[in-house]
């Protein structure tokens, strides 16, 4: 980035006007806002159906129990396959990882806790 454009977005970020821009919507007019969240309730939505089909649309690893093996896994079509991983076959159990929190899993085989790290 040029060092001119960086110091204009440095000064213009520090300016508390700017600042309340930003938190209006950074300056967008309703009806943009409108469109955009408009748009976020409709990805919501199809992530929420691509989810109910079976599809893996988390934003977070795939787990795995240190326990018993059980993992989670996506073939070429986006379907979460949830398998012991030494198991050759590859099929899908139907057994899911319970979600606790944002980071904590529990195994649906053995009950252990999975912890995932927290992107954030
Ligand atoms: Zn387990």
């Known amino acids: 980035m040029l060092p001119r454009l960086r110091k204009r977005m440095a000064k213009s970020a520090a300016n508390p006007a700017r600042i309340e821009v930003l938190k209006r919507g950074g300056g967008m007019k309703k009806d943009d806002m409108e469109n955009l969240y408009s748009a976020v309730r409709t990805l919501q939505e199809a992530k929420r159906q691509a989810r109910e089909l ?29 398998y012991q991983k030494d198991d050759p076959s590859q099929v899908d159990s139907g057994l899911r990882f319970r979600e606790v929190d944002g980071t904590h899993f529990v195994c649906p085989a053995c009950g252990a806790t999975v912890t995932v790290e927290d992107k954030d």
Do not use: I, K, Q, T
């Open 54 to 82: 079976g599809m893996f649309v988390e934003e977070r690893d795939l787990l795995e129990c240190p326990a018993c093996g059980l993992w989670e896994d996506v073939n070429c079509e986006g379907m979460l396959l949830v």
